[in-house]
Every structure is written in C-alpha cells, then in structure tokens.
T-cell receptor, first 114, second 113 residues
Framework: DTGVSQDPRHKITKRGQNVTFRCDPISEHNRLYWYRQTLGQGPEFLTYFQNEAQLEKSRLLSDRFSAERPKGSFSTLEIQRTEQGDSAMYLC????????????FGSGTQLSVL | TQLLEQSPQFLSIQEGENLTVYCNSSSVFSSLQWYRQEPGEGPVLLVTVVTGGEVKKLKRLTFQFGDARKDSSLHITAAQPGDTGLYLCAGGGVSGNTGKLIFGQGTTLQVKP
C-alpha cells in the first residue's frame, strides 16, 4: 500500500495559464475526492468520482475547472486561465465505499498563481 | 449552509498540560471525523465517531460525539511536543455521501518542551 500520490507537489504559474494536477489513489479504492484548502482554513469539497463516474461537483468548481477519472484509476484536475484566487493546496483523497467510509488523503499540490 | 466551528483556533501550551478542542455545528451529521495535519502534508485520519454520545480513546487522545450528533470534542492528556500540528474536525454524511466532508477551520496546537 503506497498511499495516495499527487503530482506535482508544488506548482508556480502565471495568471492566465492552464495547469493540470494528477492523483493516483490507493489501488483498490473506488471513490476519489478532490478538496481545496486555503491558508488558515479547513479543506473544502470540490468533486468526487465513484469509479469513472463524476457524481457530484461543488458550486465552488467554476467552469474553468474540470476533473476526469478516465479508467476509474488515476484522476486529473485541470484549471484553465488561472487566477490569483486559485492559489491553494489541492488535495486528493480516496476511499473504499463502505460503512464507516475512511478517506485517505495525499500530500497535496500547492498551487501559487502569480 | 452547514458549518463547523472549531475553538480555539490557536493553542500554545507547555509539555504535560491537558487541553480540549471543541467542534460545534447547528447541523446534524451522520459521522464526525478528526484529522491531524502537518505543514505541507494532507490530513491524516485519527478517528471516526458515528453514534451520539460515543466516546473513543486513542492513547492520550479522547474523542466524544455529542448526544445530538451536532458537536464533538477532542481532549489530549499530558500533551507532548509530538502532538504539535493542525487538528481538523469534519462532518460527514452530507447529501448522503459519507465521504463528502464539511471541515472546521482547524485548531493549531503548539506544545512547547
């Protein structure tokens, strides 16, 4: 069990550029979540997948954000035309849907938009 | 909007002291989870409580879920410098999804040797 892996760990970009983050969940986990955390706050839910299906998106997720999980394994989160307000830690978590669902978080991708 | 309020937001204590962190909401949650987060890392799950009035112990940490499942507390006995970190409570079961969590803003704990 190698845990949830996220890449890159850090990303610095200029306003207006597109960025893409990758998440590799724990292999047998069928649920995958994306959260966003800003400094001094707890994480906020963005979206989640069960297998390859994206089942829910937060209203926080503007049209500039898109997430995919093409084969029910790894997932990508893309932000188009980044804005300074997008600067945050983007966290991925995976779980095995079951009673008492437990989320396992990755180390996150820290995005800085200049 | 469902919110979880944590208090205090920041706590600085000496090694050996006891402390309690509170997590309150006006909403009912099907589960309440506590996480610990180190700088630059993701949250790590400490415990999940699901039954009103439930008490769970993890070594020197005691977690309690309120009878009405709206609030929770984390008590640490004889704190050690290794307990330093950000403690987050999170309510689950929003819209029937136990993995969609509402997090509190966190309590930053600093334990001085």
């Amino acid at each position: 069990d190698t845990g949830v892996s996220q890449d890159p760990r850090h990303k610095i970009t200029k306003r207006g550029q597109n960025v893409t983050f990758r998440c590799d969940p724990i292999s047998e986990h069928n649920r995958l979540y994306w959260y966003r955390q800003t400094l001094g706050q707890g994480p906020e839910f963005l979206t989640y997948f069960q297998n390859e299906a994206q089942l829910e998106k937060s209203r926080l997720l503007s049209d500039r954000f898109s997430a995919e999980r093409p084969k029910g394994s790894f997932s990508t989160l893309e932000i188009q035309r980044t804005e300074q307000g997008d600067s945050a830690m983007y966290l991925c978590a995976s779980s095995l849907r079951a009673v008492g669902e437990k989320l396992f978080f990755g180390s996150g991708t820290q995005l800085s938009v200049l | 909007t469902q919110l979880l309020e944590q208090s205090p937001q920041f706590l600085s204590i000496q090694e050996g002291e006891n402390l309690t962190v509170y997590c309150n909401s006006s909403s009912v949650f099907s589960s309440l989870q506590w996480y610990r987060q180190e700088p630059g890392e993701g949250p790590v799950l400490l415990v999940t409580v699901v039954t009103g009035g439930e008490v769970k112990k993890l070594k020197r940490l005691t977690f309690q879920f309120g009878d009405a499942r709206k609030d929770s507390s984390l008590h640490i006995t004889a704190a050690q410098p290794g307990d330093t970190g950000l403690y987050l409570c999170a309510g689950g079961g929003v819209s029937g999804n136990t993995g969609k969590l509402i997090f509190g803003q966190g309590t930053t704990l600093q334990v001085k040797p």
